[in-house]
């Protein structure tokens, strides 16, 4: 029997599927999983997938990559999977064809006419017995991503279809439901919003079930046992939400405290208090992520109570809070020694005189970082130490990745003659960092830039305009608004016309970014007006409620003040 687990990233699929295959085997099963704990059984498989998912190969256009995805899958057929189903009782795969299909038809928009010819053709005659759907809020995905990286301490680089933004997930979730409703004999859908151990008895059951009676009565037994959902009351008033809110993540810490702490982030007051100290015995390292640029007395408590700990975690959240602020630089040297690059990563955009004593003592051994730190600084000092490391790297700058990623972080915001030189270099090793350190510019070359490269990478796009008031900014924001929610993001706190009419003529497709643009606007008659209208129609958004939690708590007012 061949069993497909679906879904997008964050959905939990990998996770099911594996837990399924373990519980099955220890039933006596013969169980082959085609991509155990994560990594694909096929070594060749395994490479075109991390071709396919490298974000340096942003010129990669969607048929080439939609072949990518089908050539993993036939590699995979043709050196596992064959040979697995005639020596096997089940066969497991956390991915197949599904996944190219859905990726090229609803997340790039490929036409369906091209598009299936290839796929049918590239099944070579092996079809599913059964397909498990995971399917999750996008939202909730992106969360557990994130969660999952932090506990994993994964540094690497967002993938290719990170470039697109938080949109191609909910296109690609919309393109999983849809081919489940077409194919309701061989699909079923499990959502995993809850006990992941509830998700994993289910579907363990399902897969012996059709192991033993066939697949068409196991589905049919697997959709009478529903659980009813009671549906939350959406709150009216930002008052209930908050309340809401508060509820979610009491709810949330006990099954996934990881995530309770992602959604903790950036809020600070007595309620939210109380949640991150208790969170905090749990999984400080969560917390910590959530407290980056917080000036509050508990941030301050749980940085020094966790320094000895996770001196570099700590060291990061102090990324934006000024060198001239006491108590950051106190903690700054005192983590110096333990965590110097972190304390250095911190430092970006900060032009004060203590800011420079640490780099000025971590130079000598650590140049890539301290360089890495000057983003942001235009001045002849930064460029001094700037020009140093560049004359030290010179040879490597646009072929080595790592080297010419960090030469444009340390330019990023800058727009004089030098800065160009060395970004153009540096692109041909490196395009999507030196994309993004444009941000904030708004010169003709860089907007001609962001043009360029507005279909391959939208989301970073976005981040380079964010608040950038340009009228041919403004035209990229319409050209990608649709399926880029980034697009909204990038009109934080901005109340141009234009942004009013973003925000007007998107609310209902991205209900709670307009809300996080809103800033100190949420205070004024338009602002509350949005608010109100928002709640009513979107009011179980736990996204939503967590930006309306930040207005009742105040912390919107803040936003215009902090950096970046």
Not at 414 to 438: G, H, I, K, M, N
Not at 506 to 535: F, I, M, N
């Amino acid at each position: 029997m061949f069993v497909v687990f679906e879904g997008i990233d964050g959905s939990g699929k990998t996770t099911i599927s594996n837990q399924v295959a373990e519980r099955l085997s220890e039933k006596g099963l013969r169980v082959k999983h085609l991509r155990a704990e994560g990594k694909f059984a096929s070594s060749v498989t395994e490479a075109i997938r991390e071709l396919g998912r490298d974000a340096k190969n942003l010129e990669l256009v969607p048929q080439a990559e939609f072949l990518l995805y089908v050539a993993r899958e036939v590699q995979l057929i043709e050196e596992v999977l064959r040979s697995a189903l005639g020596t096997n009782d089940l066969v497991i795969a956390d991915r197949f064809l599904y996944t190219a299909e859905v990726l090229g038809r609803f997340g790039r928009l490929l036409p369906v006419e091209w598009t299936q010819p290839i796929l049918q053709a590239a099944s070579l005659g092996i079809t599913p017995d059964l397909v498990v759907l995971v399917d999750v809020d996008p939202t909730l995905a992106r969360a557990r991503r994130k969660a999952f990286k932090l506990a994993a301490r994964d540094r690497r680089p967002p993938s290719r279809k990170g470039l697109a933004g938080v949109g191609l997930q909910h296109r690609l979730r919309r393109g999983y439901l849809e081919l489940a409703l077409k194919e309701p004999e061989r699909w079923v859908v499990i959502e995993n919003e809850d006990e992941l151990e509830r998700s994993v008895a289910r579907v363990t059951a399902l897969i012996e079930d059709a192991c033993a009676q066939g697949p068409k009565r196991a589905i049919e037994r697997f959709r009478a046992d529903v659980r009813t959902r009671p549906v939350p009351v959406a709150p009216t008033t930002p008052e209930q939400a908050f309340e809401a809110f508060l509820r979610w993540i009491d709810e949330r810490a006990r099954r996934e405290p990881r995530v309770a702490a992602y959604f903790l982030s950036g809020l600070f007051g007595p309620e939210v208090d109380e949640r991150r100290r208790a969170l905090a015995q749990q999984v400080p390292e969560a917390v910590l992520a959530g407290l980056s640029g917080l000036d509050d007395p508990v941030s301050w408590g749980l940085r020094e109570e966790l320094a000895g700990r996770y001196p570099g975690a700590v060291a990061r959240t102090l990324s934006g809070i000024a060198g001239t602020n006491e108590r950051a630089h106190a903690l700054r040297v005192q983590l110096e020694p333990r965590a110097p690059v972190d304390v250095l990563s911190a430092l970006e955009r900060l032009d004060d005189g203590p800011s420079w004593e640490i780099r000025d003592r971590l130079w000598t051994n650590y140049p890539d970082a301290v360089a890495a730190s000057l983003a942001g600084l235009g001045g002849e000092r930064a460029w001094s130490l700037r020009a140093r490391w560049l004359e030290s790297v010179e040879d490597a700058l646009g072929a080595d990745y790592e080297l010419s990623r960090i030469a444009c972080k340390s330019i990023t915001g800058l727009d004089d003659e030098r800065a160009w030189t060395v970004r153009t270099t540096a692109r041909r090793a490196a395009p999507v960092a030196a994309l993004s350190s444009l941000a904030g510019l708004a010169t003709d070359q860089s907007l001609r830039w962001g043009e360029e490269l507005l279909v391959r990478a939208p989301k970073v796009v976005m981040a380079t305009i964010r608040r950038v008031a340009h009228p041919r900014a403004w035209a990229m924001r319409r050209a990608v608004v649709e399926i880029c929610k980034e697009a909204i993001d990038s009109i934080d706190c901005m109340d141009d016309a234009e942004a009013w009419e973003l925000r007007e003529a998107h609310w209902d497709r991205w209900p709670s970014t307009v809300v996080k643009t809103l800033g100190p606007l949420a205070d004024g008659p338009r602002g509350r007006t949005l608010l109100e209208r928002q709640l009513s129609t979107h009011g179980t958004n736990v996204s939503l409620l967590k930006h309306v939690s930040g207005i009742v708590l105040g912390v919107h007012r803040l936003k215009g003040q902090r950096p970046g």
